[in-house]
């Protein structure tokens, strides 16, 4: 049974950037991530054998001296102003597309105040990247998953529309095409792609891959929510797509009358962990 290894799947580049903050942080100090450093309970646990501990928002108030690294998904101002009150070591692993994108936020929601409309964002509603995006406006943004939630939109007044920046291209192209035909006025309707293309470009390679290949075996963890949605896309490309946490969740009855195996995953997937799971497809015997 031959197995290959998707070449663009693995760490998008704002996880890479706070894994290696992390990393070079361990080396001299003990540090604490507020919340997972990323969706993977198997990178998590290798992070945690290095020191790595993970905390939560309210015990960010007893660490008093230590080192906190914000990660890649970015926090609200509150966090910060909250850190620095309790003397608390920040190392800030934002991911740069992100940081841009609260800056953005900030200048959205000031543009509206002055002309009484709203910021609209694409995003999951508590997914910390949205969490932290709408506290850069101090929660004054609607939040907005699909077509249905647009109902709560004032379109007799201005609209900023935004995404989280791992929503899915054709989704946002579909709502401000949606906000536009409800606008009273077009022109007050003013739209920022904020999409990060190393991560929407992902959905038709996937796609791909996933046809060119018997069976796909899509490593991912469970709280992932860029995993559900690329395996999404493996799935419906290869109904034989199987969703895994590491190799121990594998079945020998997936692979019957199976040639071919494509291992993949999600932005939040390391590739060891991937080239993990391929070695132990090849040694299956099947």
């Excluded at 095409?177 to 792609?193: G, I, N, S």
């Excluded at 290949?213 to 290869?238: M, P, R, T």
Aim: hydrophobic share 40%; with cysteine; charged share 25%.
């Amino acid at each position: 049974m031959k197995v290959e290894i998707d070449r663009l799947s693995g760490f998008c580049f704002g996880v890479v950037h706070a894994i290696r903050k992390a990393e070079e942080a361990l080396q001299r100090d003990e540090v604490f991530c507020l919340g997972d450093i990323v969706h993977n309970r198997v990178e998590v646990s290798r992070l945690e054998q290095l020191g790595l501990r993970t905390v939560t928002h309210e015990e960010l108030t007893k660490l008093e001296g230590r080192t906190v690294l914000i990660r890649a998904h970015g926090e609200p101002p509150a966090t910060y102003r909250t850190a620095a009150a309790h003397g608390v070591r920040l190392i800030d692993a934002t991911c740069p597309v992100v940081a841009r994108l609260q800056e953005r936020v900030k200048k959205a929601y000031r543009a509206m105040q002055s002309v009484k409309g709203q910021v609209v964002i694409l995003g999951k509603k508590r997914h910390v990247e949205v969490v932290g995006l709408a506290g850069q406006a101090d929660g004054n943004v609607l939040i907005v998953d699909c077509l249905e939630d647009l109902d709560q939109v004032d379109f007799s007044r201005p609209v900023y529309l935004l995404s989280q920046t791992t929503q899915s291209l054709a989704v946002f192209r579909e709502l401000q095409q949606e906000v536009l035909h409800r606008a009273v006025d077009p022109q007050q309707v003013y739209v920022y792609d904020s999409i990060c293309r190393s991560v929407s470009n992902r959905d038709p390679h996937l796609r791909a891959f996933s046809q060119s290949h018997d069976a796909i075996i899509f490593v991912s963890g469970k709280k992932s929510s860029n995993g559900k949605a690329l395996f999404q896309a493996c799935i419906e490309s290869n109904p034989r797509s199987y969703r895994v946490e590491d190799e121990q969740e594998i079945r020998p009855e997936w692979f019957t009358g199976v040639r071919s195996v494509g291992v993949c995953g999600a932005t939040s997937t390391p590739k060891w962990l991937m080239e993990r799971v391929a070695r132990h497809l090849e040694t299956m015997g099947l």
